[in-house]
């Protein structure tokens, strides 16, 4: 049985980060919308990923600043002091984020099934989804949904790009056909080397498109576009640092394609309906890779994964990680050329 079989009064969605899965927490929040347009939904996401959301139809932002701490928690609660929702869907396992539920008030605090509730989420739940199958994180997401009493839909996307940000990506890329290459992942060793990111790039090139590299304007993003380029035997457009996260979005909705570990532009890339060549080596691709792509991504983790916990993907974890700087290196440049060909191809 759902929880409700009439729409509730007012929903609280709690996933504070990361990207990705803040765009992944979209498309069900907006399945939400769409069958229950009534219902008022409020939503406490991170800081960084506000940037994005800001304007974000018929939702309420409340911001949280992790690196505030406990300060930052005392805001949240007393911007939500003296509301009472009819349920507050726990979408984040973090233990932070579990201590930051403490303060909100709602009827139903529904949470991950126990399997899945790491650091003890369940402890902070009063419901917890049935589902323990689903394994890409956008589908969890919609088990909570469903679980609400929101029928099962294709995932949609509307993030609130305006006109200037369009204007941007176009001034930036004018009309010549575009792959954009997002080499960052959130950690270093996700990364594809530099020097096959730039062979990929000569490739794209004389096939007839411009590249562009984007990224944040971290220190270490910056360094890595800096050895693309200079490796690379063609002239390539370097946007890293130079784009807000809508103005990213609207560059990526712009492409023709992107090529990405896994990180968060992968995931902005889909909500834009932008052909995304992921490439994986320490996460699940089935579980984090780029929704609408899942057969054209490029993958070593499921040999690195059974050659370092003993077992086949099958039996696994639904979170078990890789480790290693040598790991992305077994992915080689003429895989990836062969698996964007492909891709295009169904274009």
């Known amino acids: 049985m759902p929880l409700f079989t009439h729409a509730p009064r007012s929903l609280c969605f709690l996933r504070l980060s990361a990207i990705g899965d803040v765009c992944h927490a979209v498309a ?47 805001q949240v609660w007393r911007q939500l002091k003296g509301r ?23 009827r139903y605090r529904v ?113 890595l576009a800096a050895r693309i380029i200079a490796d690379a035997n063609v002239p390539l457009l370097n946007l ?8 990213l979005a609207a560059v990526l909705a712009r492409a023709d394609a992107v090529l990405a570990p896994d990180s968060g532009p992968a995931h902005m890339a889909t909500t834009q309906g ?6 994986y080596g320490h996460s699940n691709p089935k579980r984090t890779g780029p929704y609408n792509n899942l057969a054209d991504v490029v993958s070593v983790y499921e040999t690195f994964a059974e050659q370092q916990h003993g077992k086949p993907v099958e039996q696994l974890a639904w979170s078990t990680r890789v480790k290693g700087d040598h790991v992305m290196a077994a992915i080689d440049t003429q895989q990836v050329i062969d698996a964007f060909e492909t891709m295009m191809a169904k274009q």
């Open 28 to 74: 069900a929040i907006q399945a939400v919308q769409r069958h229950w347009p009534q219902t008022q939904i409020t939503w406490v996401v991170g800081k960084v990923e506000a940037q994005l959301l800001a304007g974000l139809d018929g939702v309420e932002l409340v911001v949280f600043d992790k690196k505030a701490g406990l300060a930052g928690m005392r």
């Open 84 to 106: 009472r929702f009819d349920a507050l869907v726990h979408m984040q396992l973090a233990l932070r984020a579990s201590l930051l539920t403490v303060g909100i008030s709602a």
């Open 111 to 223: 949470g991950f099934h126990r399997h899945r509730a790491k650091e003890g989420q369940w402890l902070f739940t009063n419901k917890r989804i049935p589902d323990t199958q689903s394994c890409h994180v956008l589908d969890s997401f919609f088990a909570f949904t469903q679980y609400l009493g929101v029928p099962s839909t294709t995932p949609q996307w509307q993030l609130p790009l305006c006109e200037d940000d369009h204007a941007f990506a176009n001034a930036q890329l004018g009309d010549k056909p575009t792959v954009v290459i997002s080499p960052a992942a959130s950690k270093d060793e996700r990364n594809w080397l530099p020097e096959r990111y730039a062979q990929f790039a000569d490739y794209a090139v004389g096939k007839g498109y411009q590249v562009a590299l984007c990224g944040s304007p971290a220190a270490r993003e910056k360094t």
């Open 240 to 247: 890293v640092g130079q784009t807000s996260l809508k103005q």
């Open 274 to 279: 932008t052909p995304v060549l992921g490439l």
